[in-house]
């Protein structure tokens, strides 16, 4: 009845923007990940408390704002007439900041959730659900690289690449760490209803997917490396022409591209991320990290420096 699951965020290289099925969560478009390793959310579910509603805890402090949506996440895997729940979580990084907390709480929640009211689902069937969650959180029940395609009515999703396989670093450069004023979810629907931009990125992806997975297959670092930071910006330029604009970044994230800019000028294997969020992620190889972190942590407005290699799927610590 009780059961505590753990999963790292994961951040896209080639990005997931815009849904096509509102109610089912279903993405526009598919998309590549990389699972991190150092950050993570671990959750607790306690079905057998007698309560007379869900409760949730986000690190320590009780959270309505958030239960609603993790409610949903566990009436979706265990059923609607499941007992209430105690949820406990806690992430040892800043949530709803652009750093993918979404992922990995809902990843972990998904697999808690299945554990503690006794389900054996398969990972296929535990990545569907975590995505109808929160699309990202799919790809966090896989390690490494992953990548989640649109099929039909629903998503899948593949194992691209071990974490071991190809062992990449990303050096995060946090530049603010209050929660973001946008959701993900209200942006992309602004985008999808009002920037001219939308359909020439939904008709790209396919190609961005494509050059993306044959550079993880032959490990060609300048290949992925100009390919990804190409779909970032054009995610971003998606929401910059849309109405109200939606400008995630602030003036320290656009100096750490440009630090990141000035690192492969100087030959570091180096190339950024951003997601719906102002902070920068900079993936480059075990050679470069260190230079990576000292030009990124002495780039006037980063607050912390976070250093993670890639991580393993999705976990169950612990069942009672
Ligand atoms: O999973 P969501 O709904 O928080 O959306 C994630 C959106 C991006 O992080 C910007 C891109 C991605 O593919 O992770």
């Known amino acids: 009845m009780q059961a505590t699951a753990i999963a790292q965020p994961n951040i896209a290289l080639i990005k ?7 109610a089912l969560n279903l993405p526009a478009v598919g998309s590549i990940s990389i699972t991190l390793d150092a950050l993570h959310t671990e959750v607790s579910i306690d079905l057998g408390t007698n309560l007379a509603s869900d409760c949730l805890l986000v690190n320590g402090v009780e959270d309505a704002d958030r239960l609603p949506r993790m409610s949903a996440c566990l009436s979706r895997v265990i059923g609607d007439r499941r007992p209430f729940a105690r949820i406990e979580t806690r992430s040892n990084f800043p949530i709803a900041a652009g750093l993918a907390s979404s992922a990995s709480a ?8 299945a554990a503690a009211a006794d389900l054996d689902l398969d990972k296929a069937s535990l990545a569907c ?14 390690g490494g690289f992953a990548e989640l395609e649109n099929s039909g009515d629903t998503i899948t999703l593949t194992a691209l690449c071990d974490e071991n396989a190809w062992p990449l670093k990303v050096v995060v450069a946090i530049t603010e760490t209050s929660p973001k004023a946008t959701s993900s979810t209200e942006a992309m629907e ?11 990125w939904i008709q790209r992806q396919a ?9 993880i297959e032959q490990r060609d670092f300048a290949t992925l490396a100009a390919i990804s930071e190409h779909n970032c910006l054009k995610m971003h330029s998606v929401m910059w022409a849309s109405r109200p604009p939606i400008v995630f970044w602030n003036s320290a994230t656009m100096r750490c591209l440009q630090t990141v800019r000035k690192l492969q000028q ?3 294997q180096v190339f950024f991320t951003i997601d719906a969020g102002p ?6 190889t075990a050679e470069d990290m260190s230079a990576v972190q000292e030009a990124l942590s002495q780039t006037p407005g980063v ?3 976070m250093t993670t290699g890639l991580g393993r799927a999705a976990q169950l610590v612990k069942k009672t």
Do not use: H
């Open 207 to 215: 190609s961005d997917l494509a050059t993306a997975r044959r550079a």
């Open 129 to 142: 659900l975590a995505g109808q969650a929160s699309g990202s959180a799919a790809r966090s029940l896989f």
């Open 303 to 305: 607050q912390q420096i």
């Open 266 to 268: 100087d030959g570091c």
């Open 190 to 200: 602004i985008s999808r209803q009002t920037s001219p931009f939308y359909s020439a």
């Open 279 to 284: 902070q920068i992620k900079a993936v480059c």
């Open 16 to 22: 997931y923007w815009g849904k096509r099925d509102l």
């Open 106 to 113: 809902f990843a972990a929640a998904t697999v808690a959730a």
